[in-house]
């Protein structure tokens, strides 16, 4: 008896889905299309110990962290920013820069958010660039069995991470209107409650069972 009253909100109140479905779905489209994208580029760092050898790794692997603070610095983002010719503070760079060690991994990750993703691409490398010629440099003080080499993985590439592309938006733009239309049919729903229209109304409403209908005049 419920699901067969579900189905009649459902057929009366059709409309209501079908206008908050596509209104939000083209208001997410609308949206998306209006926004500036934001590119990320992702450099990674291999951290490697000059020998296979247990206690230089397990050395190599609690020191990531440290290499990353170094990394993170005004210092070295007015370098990136000087290379590459930028006209940006320290400050706002490393804002739209994250970075990550995984020591199972043993890599050093750099990730730079930039509304160009060539920019991106360049900052991410010249970074990591610098990282690996600090290693370079703080190797030459080192025994050779005791070096910890720093390599770039592989040449950055950026991807698009804001907005989300176009059906991604649609969709949860769809998902938000259908949500938004079942609230506003329950609280439709809710406020007609009280109004008896139909012999059905009758009698789920005051638990009669409903005998004959006045037909309406002519």
Do not use: C, H
């Amino acid at each position: 008896m419920e699901l067969a009253r579900y189905l009649s909100i459902l057929r009366k109140r059709w409309w209501i889905i079908l206008v908050a479905v596509l209104a939000t779905a083209i208001s997410a489209v609308v949206f998306s299309r209006l926004q500036t994208p934001v590119y990320q580029s992702t450099a990674e760092v291999v951290i490697q110990p000059a020998r296979p050898d247990f206690g230089l790794t397990q050395s190599a692997k609690t020191l990531l962290r440290s290499y990353m603070t170094v990394a993170d610095s005004n210092k070295w983002a007015r370098e990136v920013l000087n290379r590459e010719r930028l006209d940006m503070e320290p400050e706002e760079l490393r804002a739209n820069a994250r970075f990550a060690a995984e020591d199972d991994r043993m890599i050093i990750r750099i990730e730079i958010e930039d509304t160009d993703g060539e920019v991106a691409n360049r900052i991410a490398r010249t970074w990591a660039t610098l990282l690996v010629e600090w290693r370079d440099q703080e190797n030459q003080r080192q025994r050779k069995e005791d070096r910890v080499f720093a390599e770039l993985r592989d040449d950055p590439t950026y991807s698009q991470t804001w907005p989300p592309r176009l059906p991604i938006m649609a969709m949860a733009g769809a998902i938000l209107g259908l949500i938004l239309a079942f609230v506003i049919i329950f609280f439709l729903e809710w406020a007609e409650s009280g109004i008896l229209r139909t012999p059905e109304d009758v009698e789920q409403g005051l638990g009669l069972t409903v005998l004959g209908i006045v037909p309406p005049a002519e």
